[in-house]
Structures are given as C-alpha cells and as structure tokens.
C-alpha cells in the first residue's frame, strides 16, 4: 500500500543534525517518521517535532540520514522556512519531493524497528529542579542552536533553553524558544 505525506523541509534538515553517524545500530542512522512526528537520535540527544496534519496511525518509516542530506544539498538556494517535502513510501521503497520543484531523492528506509523514543523523554518538567547544574557537552548545544536556525530563530544568537530534570546525572529538556517550527529535544549531560 502507498503512502503520502508531508513534512517541512527545515524539520528533516534539523532532524539529521542528531541522526548516528556510523553507529553499530544502524537504525538510529536514520530519521523516523513515527505517531506523527519527525524524531532523531544518537544515543546522547534526541530532536522531536510533531507535524501538523501527519496522521499518528501511518506506518514508522525510517529514512537513512545520507538521503536527506542529499535532498538538502539540492535544496541549498531554498530559503523558505515553510518549504515542504512531499514523502511517498510503498513497502521500503520511497522517495522525496521538494513541493513545487523537481528536486527529489530516492530512498529505501531502513527495514528495522525504530527505538520509542517516546520513553526518553524526561516526564519531570525541571520546574521544581534545585542542585548542582549538569555538564553538558557543549558542541550538542552549538548543534541545538543550528537547529534552532533551521527552524527559524531570527535572533543573533539563537534561543536555546536547556532545562535540566531530576539531578546532574539526568537528561534535560531542550526547547527552541524562538523558534518558527516547535519542536522540542532531549540532551543527556556528560558523566563525571
């Protein structure tokens, strides 16, 4: 059966900066289409981004990362912050459409279950956190500030809040406060 979607381009192109790369797990390799959201990983931090519109019940697929970074080097004079990325998969086999160009990518995803990422993220808001500061490593955090680009953040430097959990040995919350696409991550501090 075939399957379309939609996806804003700056969410696959802000996905792919926290994809593995080359890890033993290949399926982390790659960005997730899952429950209606755009979600990536490397075991360290996460980026997740619910998609308006994108139906929660379509089937996971996971997108290897080299395919999307090859759409977004075709991509490179598109400046629209809005652009969208028409996805049409059968089985394995799909490919990706920069809506109104003719710059597409073949892909076959990655035939794997993809990790539930849904657990990781940290249920305790921070709201109540008091202690000792996590140590994060801090190319993550320049890493979360080009996503925050991505989606938009107009600022000079861009708004990246980092909220720490439960204690300095807990993952913390990442939101991107000034961002035009919402979308939230989730960074684990570095152990001492």
């Not at 192109?13 to 982390?28: G, H, L, M, P, Q």
């Not at 019940?57 to 400046?79: D, H």
């Not at 995803?109 to 956190?129: F, M």
Request: glycine share 8%; aromatic share 10%.
């Amino acid at each position: 059966m075939k399957h379309n979607f939609t996806v804003p381009l700056a969410l696959l192109k802000a996905a792919v900066i926290c994809a593995a790369k080359n890890d033993v797990r290949f399926y982390i390799q790659g960005v997730a289409i899952d429950k209606g959201h755009v979600t990536s990983t490397d075991g360290h931090r996460m980026f997740f981004a619910e998609v308006e519109g994108l139906d929660p019940e379509l089937p996971q697929i996971v997108i290897p990362r080299e395919c999307i970074e090859y759409l977004s080097k075709k991509a490179t004079g598109i400046k629209d912050i809005k652009k969208m990325v028409n996805i049409e998969f059968e089985g394995l086999e799909g490919e990706m459409v920069i809506a109104g160009t003719d710059l597409r990518e073949r892909f076959r995803a990655y035939d794997c279950k993809y990790p539930d990422w849904k657990r990781v993220i940290p249920r305790a808001d921070g709201s109540e956190y008091e202690g000792e500061y996590p140590t994060f490593n801090w190319q993550y955090l320049v890493d979360y500030q080009k996503i925050a680009k991505l989606l938009g953040d107009k600022s000079q430097v861009a708004q990246v809040k980092a909220t720490p959990t439960i204690g300095p040995n807990s993952s913390a919350h990442i939101d991107f406060t000034g961002a035009v696409h919402k979308a939230r991550g989730v960074l684990m501090p570095m152990r001492a």
